[in-house]
């Protein structure tokens, strides 16, 4: 007689606790698959969009809290190679001295060397102007393009130099980089604003304030002698996209002194609201070592690990984003 086991036994007559399970228990026992790794582009791929990402939205942090600071230590700089000049009174704009045996003479300041004998180099600091109203102390450079107004506000040059006969225009920035005329429009009629120049120093007497399509000063106190000076800025609801001009016109008290030559013309990006299309170049250069940086870090992070590729990668991103950030913000309008 044959005998069944226990495993052959039909399930009728299997104890209780042997019975079928049923379907998908023995699933449910199982240790679950270990879940498949991203592929090795993925990851990179990943990694770079996050640290454009996160650069994107450095661009707002650096141009409303860093620019202010790199504002004011070059304004350090430029005060330091002024100072020396207008305590000697040596105008840049003298050009040249010429001795009876016809030998041309140079007797203009190393920051002014550029080549020409009476125009001033872009970017070259030409003057300090002070408007007590708004408790704002600022060297004025030659040039009104979006780079040279980083430095600080910046004097039209196909207009005179302030302090001599004429209109004298000065743009300056009103929110990004120290926003140094941010506070023109709370001017009123009668405040007094001082310049100094290598002619002298020079007090100023507010007209008003001024939008774009309001009625233009009079023009007879200049045109009988007189000097004015016109400091143009922006505003708008956006502080990065202005889309108003805000003019503040003063006459000058007292004397004014000879004009000196000037361009006739200036270029595009130096006009009210433009931007400095020439840096449109360096930043695409500037952008594609910022995405080659990217790249290596993203590879680095998944060959090495994530504290070696950030003692290492972390100081070269942020050198090429500060170039990047630079770069980019000379194609924001220049009074920004």
């Known amino acids: ?10 399930a009728s007559e299997r104890p209780a606790d042997e019975a079928d399970e049923p379907a998908g228990a023995g699933a449910s026992t199982t240790a679950a698959a270990p879940p498949r790794p991203a592929p090795f582009g993925a990851k990179v791929a990943s990694r770079v969009f996050a640290l454009l990402a996160v650069g994107a939205l450095g661009f ?21 190679q002024l100072r020396g000049p207008i305590a000697e009174a040596v105008p840049p704009y003298a050009g040249r001295e010429q001795s009876a045996d016809g030998t041309v003479m140079r007797s203009v300041p190393s920051i002014y ?23 704002l102390r600022q060297v004025v450079v030659e040039g009104t393009s979006s780079g040279d107004l980083e430095a600080g506000p910046g004097h039209r040059r196909d207009t005179v130099l302030p302090g001599q006969r004429g209109v004298s225009l000065i ?9 140094p005329f941010g506070g023109l429009p709370r001017l009123a009629r009668g405040q007094d604003l001082t310049v100094v120049t290598f002619q002298g120093t020079f007090t100023y007497r507010v007209e008003g304030v001024r939008r774009a399509g309001d009625p233009l000063p009079d023009i007879q106190p200049v045109t009988a002698g007189g000097s004015r ?104 309008p220049n009074l920004t």
């Not at 707002?60 to 430029?78: A, F, H, I, K, N």
């Open 113 to 135: 060397a550029d080549g020409e004998d009476t125009l001033i180099p872009a970017g070259a600091p030409i003057a300090v102007l002070e408007i007590p109203a708004i408790d």
């Open 229 to 332: 000076l016109t400091l143009v800025t922006a505003e708008g609801d956006n502080p990065l996209q202005p889309n108003r001009t805000v003019f503040v016109d003063a006459l000058l008290r007292g004397d004014p002194q000879a004009a000196a030559d000037r361009p006739r013309l200036i270029p595009p990006e130096e006009q009210s609201l433009a931007s400095d299309r020439p840096a449109l170049l360096p930043l695409v250069l500037w952008m594609q070592a910022l995405v080659v940086v990217a790249v290596a870090i993203a590879w680095a992070r998944v060959r090495w690990g994530r504290w070696e590729t950030h003692l290492v990668g972390l100081p070269m991103m942020l050198a090429v984003l500060w170039f990047v950030y630079e770069t980019g913000a000379r194609l924001l």
């Open 1 to 10: 007689m044959t005998t069944l086991t226990p495993a052959t036994a039909p």
């Open 171 to 179: 743009y300056g920035r009103a929110t990004t980089f120290g926003g």
């Open 60 to 80: 707002v942090g650096y141009l409303m809290l860093l620019s202010p600071l790199e504002q004011s230590s070059t304004q350090d700089v430029l005060y330091s």
